[in-house]
DNA sequence: TTTATGGTTCGACTATGATCGAACTATGAA
DNA sequence: TTCATAGTTCGATCATAGTCGAACCATAAA
């Protein structure tokens, strides 16, 4: 009666359809800016950024600031949950069974996240340069050490001029999907620059896929030892 | 974009407050009828009628019509799934834990049900008076057969003159915390009633509780051998 | 039959909340 | 600095949906 948990609350904020489907596209664990999950509901950046305010004041998702891009996700593994539960219930209704797409794999395995390597390669590049010693730091506090920039001009990445740019080079951001954090920041954008002009991988067309070829990833992962 | 699964609609359901109410009522598995549901969502009758029907459409709950009582029910067990799994982002947000109220096995035990036994020792009844060939048929259509009426004698219900009333005196029930039937109708009523004037039960005040003597107990199943 | 009660339907009122145009802020690039 | 873009805030509009009074229907008891 008094106010007891707000579960009416919490299912109203699901009840939405633009607030569903912004959820149901995030629930493949993926971190979505504002404007992507606008298009994606079909709605202006006004109105998503009204559901997407309420969505973060409810605790549904998260929100991580990067630059000017807002990244959206669940904010835990109980709101995936609760939507499958909910999802359940949909598909019992109409006898239809959810069937999970086949690119699902190929985005997890690695995808563009803004501008950058995101998924299984995305985190193995961060991995791989911090456990080799080309990275110092965490978070927006990482820098690339001496003996990373050798690394890195053995694929074309040379050390900018320091007098231009006081910024920091790397950032760190978190993946989802495999839980742990992957590079960002600029750094990460030359980085999936390069490998698209080495031509080890390229986009595939209308979706956030990276396809890396045979020889691509090979070179890839001879690179990072 | 186009239909696809109707979570929102789902939770758009659960998302009334009035609504939402009512499910958590009905979580413990219970049957409620129309006017209870009212007051315990703290609405008028004709609200609830109408909210009712929207949960009935949207099949979160299904109704069993005896006599002039609606009783509701949660549908399946996927509805109870998808309150409980909204209720844990409730709790996960305000850090508080669900405490499942102490008078949550007394209930399943035995409890009134609008006017008759339900709970394990309601459906015990149903069995073992069908076991023993007191009751014949099934659902709408059962009787007490003449052995029956021996065996209800001894507790001092007797055969009521058949030209009074032509209605069946038996009725069945489907018990949700059981998953199984228990008896109902005037049956029903009337062996409740017959309990409580032996001693061997009473009720408890403010609850649904029927709370058997240790004696009363020993007697109950000893009638039922 | 009459009477009482449980439940639904209808109609009107009201409030909440979703939506978008426009203006504003913040970050990044040149 | 200026320009472009991502995102938020404000304000006004509009529709939907919850609410209850009143009337109506159905069942049960007397």
Not at 63 to 69: A, C, D, F, K, M
Not at 92 to 102: A, C, L, S
């Given at each position: 009666m008094k106010d007891g948990p707000d579960i009416s609350k919490i299912a109203t904020l699901i009840g939405d359809p633009a607030r569903s489907n912004m959820l149901l596209v995030l629930m493949d664990g993926r971190a979505l800016t504002a404007s992507e999950l606008a298009s994606a509901a079909g709605i202006t950046k006004q109105t998503a950024s009204f559901h997407l305010a309420r969505l973060l004041d409810g605790a549904l998702l998260a929100?991580?600031?990067?630059?000017?891009?807002h990244y959206f996700r669940l904010d835990n593994a109980d709101v995936g949950h609760a939507i499958e539960a909910l999802l359940g219930?949909?598909?019992?209704?109409?006898?239809?069974?959810?069937?999970?797409?086949?690119?699902e794999p190929a985005l997890r395995k690695a995808r563009i996240c803004y501008d950058h390597l995101a998924g299984e390669l995305g985190v193995l590049v961060y991995d791989r340069m911090c456990a080799q010693r080309w990275l110092e730091g965490a978070g927006n506090e990482t820098f690339v050490t001496p003996k990373g920039w050798v690394a890195l001009k053995r694929i074309g990445i040379t050390k900018p001029d320091p007098t231009k740019s006081r910024r920091p080079q790397c950032k760190t951001c978190l993946d989802w999907s495999a839980r742990r954090h992957h590079l960002s920041g600029v750094m990460g954008q030359h980085l999936l620059k390069q490998f698209f002009e080495l031509g080890w991988a390229q986009r595939l067309p209308k979706t956030r896929i990276i396809k890396f070829s045979n020889k691509g990833e090979a070179s890839f992962r001879n690179w990072l030892n």
């Open positions: 929100r991580e600031i990067q630059g000017r891009h219930i949909a598909q019992n209704r109409t006898g239809k069974r959810t069937r999970t797409g086949p690119k």
